[in-house]
């Protein structure tokens, strides 16, 4: 005999099996009954002299049984929730400053309260291409973590550099090191 055979026979048998242990086990189930359990004795519910009235926002109702309901349900879906995202489209964008005047310029890429901030700043700057740097500094009694470009000479780089930055959605600061 072919071996699918045995295969088909086998899977046959282990069918079987398993449907009677599944049977089995439902009818066990069905068949038994559950334990009764004796119902705590509930006290009568006290309401307190000074209660005050719950506001409308958490709106609770004790029902006679001393379950608590709970309105939210109702509520809710007449709220309104303003959602506000700041979206920037192309034309609202910020147009990076234009340099013209000859010098040496240093762009900074932000600055940081965290130095896993400041590295993540860095990193997302070298694979635009840019080298950079950060400079540690004091704000307001707290260290800052500057992020800086090389200094740049050439008018034409600066630019190029600032609007590579700010099409990224990099905010940028142009400082003018030196004439």
């Given at each position: 005999m072919p071996g699918w055979v045995y295969m088909l026979a086998g899977l046959a048998i282990g069918l079987a099996v398993a449907y009677g242990v599944y049977v089995s086990g439902n009818k066990r189930l069905v068949t038994s009954q559950p334990e009764p359990v004796a119902e705590p004795a509930k006290a009568p519910a006290k309401k307190p002299a000074t209660a005050k009235p719950a506001p409308a926002a958490v709106a609770e109702d004790v029902a006679a049984e001393g379950d608590i309901t709970f309105d939210f349900y109702e509520m809710l879906p007449n709220l309104d929730v303003e959602l506000y995202e700041e979206t920037k489209t192309p034309t609202e964008t910020a147009a990076p400053p234009a340099v013209?005047?000859?010098?040496?310029?240093?762009?900074?890429?932000?600055?940081?309260?965290?130095?896993?901030?400041?590295?993540?700043?860095?990193?997302?700057?070298?694979?635009?291409?840019?080298?950079?740097?950060?400079?540690?500094?004091?704000?307001?009694?707290?260290?800052?973590?500057?992020?800086?470009?090389?200094?740049?000479?050439?008018?034409?780089?600066?630019?190029?550099?600032?609007?590579?930055?700010?099409?990224?959605?990099?905010?940028?600061?142009?400082?003018?090191?030196a004439d």
């Open positions: 013209s005047k000859q010098g040496i310029y240093i762009i900074q890429a932000g600055s940081f309260s965290g130095l896993a901030d400041a590295n993540r700043r860095k990193a997302e700057l070298g694979l635009l291409g840019i080298h950079s740097e950060i400079k540690t500094g004091d704000a307001g009694g707290r260290t800052v973590y500057r992020v800086y470009t090389d200094p740049m000479e050439n008018p034409d780089d600066v630019n190029r550099t600032s609007t590579l930055l700010t099409d990224q959605g990099i905010d940028i600061l142009l400082k003018r090191v």
